[in-house]
């Protein structure tokens, strides 16, 4: 047995709101069914089981989208029913969801807090930057308003939340600005998460692409706020620069992009079709369902892709590289060309923003080492 990580997808790709990068969307157009529609108990019932009683130490389930309240506090009161029911080896539970906060109310906010639910919460910097590509259906109002509205409930409960902000072309140009806001609101814990382009086409054609000229200079612009603030000891916790901190003293990152190879995750659609990555959640990949397969046979059906063996392999510019210790190839999605269908042979290339980490790290390196070097006199 093992830790399991699940990330959960109970609305599959339904939203009340219209992003116009979201890697979803372009996911499921690409594949048979573009919506899985909402999760029934029953399959909820299946996915828990088939998962928490293989798990062994610590289970970690995570509910994504689409926009996962959509499914109702209802459907969670059951989640939170059957993991007490099935989980017969007394796993460390860790529950988390991402929303964008269009829904949260008082009582949302009463059983998330009852239940220890991490959230994450969605916002892409500014309001004009934000509701540049974030629209709520069927609705004039401001994506950004109700992200300030959810947050505040989440203070007003003590809600354990980060800020997930997607960097595109115009966050990550305008970084200085939305890093002050952030400060200036109290957000604390921030996480920033590439932008990416439609699958199969060639990068940085959409108006919002993440271009790496544009991308190196947002890494380097954000350090050096964090680093300022990191010297006044009132930095925000940010999960990219922690786990460069991280690397350099030896720990394994938390993020799979960072450590530069796939994980064993299960993501998880309405319908408990299984696929091994959020970013491959297409037939190609398809592992198998947890209503009529064993968790065992799904395991079977990822080796036979060989989905992680794969991003193990570098070129060798980047075996060769001095930054590979901290850079170790980047996320997977970002290194294939080509077709992106499972069998098609792809060529493993190059980071896409392989100039931009080595800008970053050229000019932030000796900072990461001085505060990973203050970290180990501390002890």
Same mark, same amino acid.
């Given at each position: 047995?093992?830790?399991?990580?699940?990330?959960?997808?109970? %609305?599959?790709?339904?939203?009340?709101?219209?992003?116009?990068?979201?890697?979803?969307?372009?996911?499921?157009?690409?594949?048979?069914?573009?919506?899985?529609?909402?999760?029934?108990?029953?399959?909820?019932?299946?996915?828990?089981?088939?998962?928490?009683?293989? %798990?062994?130490?610590? *289970?970690?389930?995570?509910?994504?989208?689409?926009?996962?309240?959509?499914?109702?506090?209802?459907?969670?009161?059951?989640?939170?029913?059957?993991?007490?029911?099935?989980?017969?080896?007394?796993? %460390?539970?860790?529950?988390?969801?991402?929303?964008?906060?269009?829904?949260?109310?008082?009582?949302?906010?009463?059983?998330?807090?009852?239940?220890?639910?991490?959230?994450?919460? !969605?916002?892409?910097?500014?309001?004009?930057?934000?509701?540049?590509?974030?629209?709520?259906?069927?609705?004039?109002?401001?994506?950004?308003?109700?992200?300030?509205?959810?947050?505040?409930?989440?203070?007003?409960?003590?809600?354990?939340?980060?800020?997930?902000?997607?960097?595109?072309?115009?966050?990550?140009?305008?970084? @200085?600005?939305? *890093?002050?806001? *952030?400060?200036?609101?109290?957000?604390?814990?921030?996480?920033?998460?590439?932008?990416?382009? /439609?699958?199969?086409?060639?990068?940085?054609?959409?108006?919002?692409?993440?271009? /790496?000229?544009?991308?190196?200079?947002?890494?380097?612009?954000?350090?050096?706020?964090?680093?300022?603030?990191?010297?006044?000891?009132?930095?925000?916790?940010?999960?990219?620069?922690?786990?460069?901190?991280?690397? #350099?003293?030896?720990?394994?990152?938390?993020?799979?992009?960072?450590? $530069?190879?796939?994980?064993?995750?299960?993501?998880?659609?309405?319908?408990?079709?299984?696929?091994?990555?959020?970013? *491959? %959640?297409?037939?190609?990949?398809?592992?198998?369902?947890?209503?009529?397969?064993?968790?065992?046979?799904?395991?079977?059906?990822?080796?036979?892709?060989?989905?992680?063996?794969?991003?193990?392999?570098?070129?060798?510019?980047?075996?060769?590289?001095?930054?590979?210790?901290?850079?170790?190839?980047?996320?997977?999605?970002? @290194?294939? !060309?080509?077709?992106?269908?499972?069998?098609? $042979?792809?060529?493993?290339?190059?980071?896409?923003?392989?100039?931009?980490?080595?800008?970053?790290?050229?000019?932030?390196?000796?900072?990461?080492?001085?505060?990973?070097?203050? #970290?180990?006199?501390?002890?």
């Amino acid at each position: 047995m093992k830790a399991i990580n699940l990330l959960v997808k109970p %609305a599959s790709g339904n939203c009340n709101m219209n992003c116009d990068y979201c890697f979803y969307c372009d996911e499921a157009n690409k594949r048979t069914n573009y919506s899985y529609g909402m999760m029934d108990i029953s399959t909820l019932r299946n996915v828990i089981r088939r998962t928490l009683l293989h %798990a062994e130490g610590a *289970y970690s389930i995570a509910f994504q989208g689409g926009e996962p309240t959509l499914s109702g506090i209802g459907f969670f009161e059951e989640v939170i029913r059957l993991i007490k029911q099935y989980n017969k080896n007394n796993c %460390a539970i860790h529950i988390a969801m991402q929303t964008n906060g269009s829904l949260i109310d008082d009582k949302w906010c009463r059983f998330i807090k009852d239940n220890n639910i991490l959230m994450g919460l !969605s916002v892409d910097g500014t309001r004009d930057i934000n509701d540049r590509y974030r629209h709520i259906s069927s609705s004039n109002q401001s994506a950004y308003d109700r992200v300030l509205a959810a947050s505040s409930l989440f203070d007003k409960y003590g809600v354990d939340y980060n800020i997930l902000t997607v960097v595109h072309r115009y966050t990550a140009l305008n970084i @200085r600005e939305i *890093y002050k806001q *952030y400060r200036n609101r109290n957000w604390h814990y921030l996480q920033f998460i590439n932008c990416l382009d /439609p699958l199969g086409e060639i990068r940085g054609q959409k108006e919002y692409s993440l271009t /790496p000229d544009v991308y190196g200079k947002f890494l380097l612009d954000l350090f050096d706020l964090w680093y300022e603030d990191n010297r006044n000891n009132t930095a925000p916790y940010i999960r990219q620069f922690e786990n460069y901190i991280g690397i #350099l003293l030896g720990y394994i990152p938390e993020s799979c992009e960072q450590r $530069g190879t796939c994980s064993s995750n299960y993501v998880i659609e309405a319908d408990g079709s299984v696929f091994p990555c959020d970013f *491959y %959640a297409i037939d190609e990949y398809k592992l198998g369902n947890l209503c009529t397969d064993r968790l065992a046979d799904i395991d079977e059906r990822r080796s036979k892709l060989r989905f992680i063996e794969r991003s193990k392999y570098l070129p060798s510019k980047c075996r060769e590289c001095k930054w590979l210790r901290l850079c170790k190839g980047g996320c997977y999605r970002s @290194r294939f !060309s080509d077709s992106f269908a499972a069998d098609s $042979g792809n060529i493993h290339g190059l980071n896409y923003y392989c100039d931009s980490y080595q800008y970053f790290f050229e000019n932030a390196i000796d900072r990461l080492e001085e505060i990973a070097n203050k #970290l180990v006199n501390r002890k």
